[in-house]
């Protein structure tokens, strides 16, 4: 196969043993240091990915998109669901009733935010069935006084399905004896487990008649509509827009003042660690530099002796150009294999690690997860190994630039 004069010297110098070792040593470490530095970047960038795909998920899965209030208790919900469903970019809507207070058990105290739900309408909003370890949703029914609690919260109270446990509501009660705290006893109906500390500790469950009455509302009311858009990054404008629609009396509030702090570092972490880890690869990428004056200054009698031949310094030029190139795309290519497996394995190898040791790297109370997630994307794949590239490519057109103005005459004088 015919293989232009450039590309066949400069693969063959790639290949060929050299009398200098310390310059073969240095083009390995290049490579090697090129490959590491491709490898981190595609892991790191996959973990990243994980945790936005599991922010958008799990979390906003979990907590509303948007939610319209109302200043009174709203009676009929239903219609005013119709209304807000009119809007081409809600998926779905279901009604809500929300109260803050504290859950007691055997002494055991735990805050809670009793997101009380309409089990048939709250899957059109929430992903909360994909989280159940014991129980069902549908166990929620009316006059039960049941309720769903997270496993953190289960462990910090003791409890398990079918227990009794006390809500406490921040209000009191006046009676001819004083004022007593209003207080109601629930039964443990089912534990889910999201990953996410502040749902998994924070959160209750219970069916949206029963928070009614403590509330010493109708049966029918509720305090608000929870909103699925479509796109979620539509939900802050399209809940303003739908609220201005419904007069003065509403308002309406979005996932971005609950957790888009959270969102936003995520993807600008991303960025910022994407941007550091390129100027790692940048400076493995210029190793290939000193590789290269090195090789050039071994082989100026092989220069000399090709132009004296007739090679052009553009052909000299070229050569170098050839095998720095060489050594940028096997590093680029070896980092690309194991950086994807590394992504592919990252959150199972972490897991036994944890396993091993006994310990955990990510605890929910700090982080939004317990765990370490992975997503590997292909355009990160190739955004790195094009950037890798690039720089390989760059960091040869100096010292080709040097041999090729390497003069005949003056390198071969004391060949």
Sequence with gaps: MFRPLFVFIGTRYTRAKRRNHFVS???????????????????VLSVMNGFDHEMRTRVLGMVPHATIVGDQPITDWQSLAAKVQQNPKVEAVAPFTQMQGL??????????????????????????????????????????????????????????????????????SVTPAGMFPRMKRFTVQGIFHVGAGEIDGYLGLTNLQDLARMQRWKPDQVQ???????DLFEAPRGAWEIAQHLGDSYYARDWTRTHGNLYQAIRMEKAMIGLLLLLIVAV??????????????????DIAILRTLGATP???????????????????????????????????AISALEGLIGHKFLNADV?????????????????????????????TLYPAWRAARTQPAQALRYE
């Design 367 to 395: 982080y939004f997860i317990d765990y370490l997630p992975s997503q590997l994307q292909a355009q990160d794949v190739l955004m790195v190994c094009g950037a890798a590239l690039v720089l390989s490519f760059l960091a």
């Design 103 to 172: 859950l007691t058990h055997d002494g055991n105290v735990q805050k809670v935010l009793l997101n009380a739900i309409d089990p048939v309408q709250e899957r059109k909003v929430s992903i909360i069935d994909h989280f159940m370890l014991e129980g069902q949703l549908d166990s929620l029914t009316p006059g039960s006084f049941g309720i769903i609690i997270g496993d953190k919260a289960a462990k910090a109270l003791g409890v398990g399905v079918g227990d009794k446990l006390t809500f406490v509501a921040p209000e009191v």
């Design 284 to 301: 493995a990428a210029f190793n290939i530099i000193s590789t290269l004056v090195m090789v050039v200054n071994d082989k100026k009698g």
């Design 25 to 43: 040593f240095i083009s390995l470490t290049s490579m090697i240091g090129l490959a590491l530095g491709v490898v981190v970047m595609i892991v």
């Design 224 to 230: 608000g509509l929870r909103l699925k858009f479509g």
């Design 314 to 348: 553009g052909t000299i030029m070229a050569i170098f150009m050839v095998q720095g190139t060489v050594i940028g795309v096997v590093g680029t290519a070896i980092g690309a294999v194991v950086g994807i497996l590394a992504a592919l394995n990252v959150s199972s």
